[in-house]
């Protein structure tokens, strides 16, 4: 094993492991959020008012900061940019996931609206 080079292999293997270092920096961002906050459909349907929203929101920018930390340091240790792609892909889609769950429970139509008989 001289310096990894059988890992990488001759054509596609840097290709190969620029696609792991992509996809699994992308899908360390859904296991952060996964760890620190509640999905976005609880997100919608159970924050209620602007305290609820201000703690939600603060637990999505914990998975931001561990998402973060991770691709980062994967990309210094890798030398390569590709773990800091698949983390901005997957946080961008996910800050604006919970930013409209959050934006959708303060509406009228929201989950948690009261139904016709009052209840929820």
Known sequence: MAG???F???GGGKGAL???LFIGAGTNVYDAFSAVMSSPWSTEKFTKDSEEERMARQYVTHAMVISWAYALGGAYLS????????AALASVYMYWLYNRALARSQTAESMNAP?????Y
């Open 115 to 119: 139904d016709v008989a009052g209840g």
């Open 18 to 20: 620029a696609a792991v």
């Open 8 to 10: 990488l292999g001759s």
């Open 4 to 6: 990894g080079d059988e």
């Open 79 to 86: 030398r390569s940019g590709w773990p800091v792609a698949g």
